[in-house]
């Protein structure tokens, strides 16, 4: 351990259990985003394991740095792009827009995001709800 950085067991345990390494394949980093959901499903994180997530979180960032995951687009088209990349059905976000219907409309235009939707689709996702904002 370095001098100053305190030695706890918590921290000492995630580590063991998923060991942070940089992100070289997509498995990789579905496996790094699958524990740090597990992290963000906790109501309250302790402090070892902010740190934690932190640590996963940057190497997530450093990965889709390099390899540009998300086109540069907006709003139902990045919706469309996202449900297709993910193999997701519209019922697959009924927990967002409460119907199918709803999910069709937006999909096919006829209807437009609401906040709400975009701050559950960008948690969803795990993308900044700046993403689903039609660029004009």
Do not use: W
């Amino acid at each position: 351990m370095t001098l100053g950085t305190p030695n706890t067991n918590t921290y000492i345990e995630l580590l063991i259990n998923f060991p942070p390494r940089p992100i070289t394949a997509e498995s990789e980093l579905l496996a790094t985003q699958k524990v740090i959901d597990s992290l963000i499903d906790k109501v309250k994180l302790t402090p070892d394991e902010q740190d934690y997530l932190n640590v996963l979180g940057t190497l997530v960032y450093e990965y889709e740095e390099r390899h540009k995951l998300i086109p540069d687009i907006h709003g139902v088209e990045l919706l469309k792009t996202l449900v297709d990349e993910f193999a997701l059905c519209q019922k697959d976000l009924v927990f967002i827009f409460k119907t199918e219907s709803i999910v069709s409309e937006v999909l096919s235009g006829q209807r437009n995001l609401t906040v709400n939707q975009i701050q559950q689709l960008a948690k969803f996702f795990h993308i900044s709800p700046a993403a689903f904002l039609e660029s004009k």
